[in-house]
Nanobody
Framework: QVQLVESGGGSVQAGGSLRLSCAASGDTISRLCMSWFRQAPGKERERIASSDSAANPNLALSVTGRFTISRDNAKNTVDLQMNSLKPEDTAMYYC???????????????????WGQGTQVTVSS
């Protein structure tokens, strides 16, 4: 059974940067679509970045130009580099593994998802 463990969250001032990492165990991610989601209090979970099996990135408009998703298949990790952070980026961030390597036109990975436990990101103004 796959396990996903996120790390790298924390508190930062607006304009700062954080790098989140997701380490997968129990399954190789090389042929799978990986995503980062976030959920702020009182809001729905939002997909912010995906990387298909060819490592093609797909970012939500809200983070385009500020966030970057990357993957290291040898290490079985997928990272989210977050720059120019804003208070509205404050949320719990989750890594997700899909059961396929493909994304839909809207950037969402196709298939069933496995989730990590999340890591908190807090951005102060």
């Amino acid at each position: 059974q796959v396990q996903l463990v996120e790390s790298g969250g924390g508190s930062v001032q607006a304009g700062g940067s954080l790098r989140l990492s997701c380490a997968a165990s129990g399954d190789t991610i090389s042929r799978l679509c990986m995503s980062w989601f976030r959920q702020a209090p009182g809001k729905e979970r939002e997909r912010i970045a995906s990387s298909d099996s060819a490592a093609n990135p797909n970012l939500a408009l809200s983070v385009t130009g500020r966030f970057t998703i990357s993957r290291d298949n040898a290490k079985n990790t997928v990272d989210l580099q977050m720059n120019s952070l804003k208070p509205e980026d404050t949320a719990m961030y989750y890594c997700a593994k899909a059961s396929t390597g493909t994304v839909l036109d809207g950037g969402r990975c196709i298939g069933q998802y496995s989730w990590g436990q999340g890591t908190q990101v807090t951005v102060s103004s």
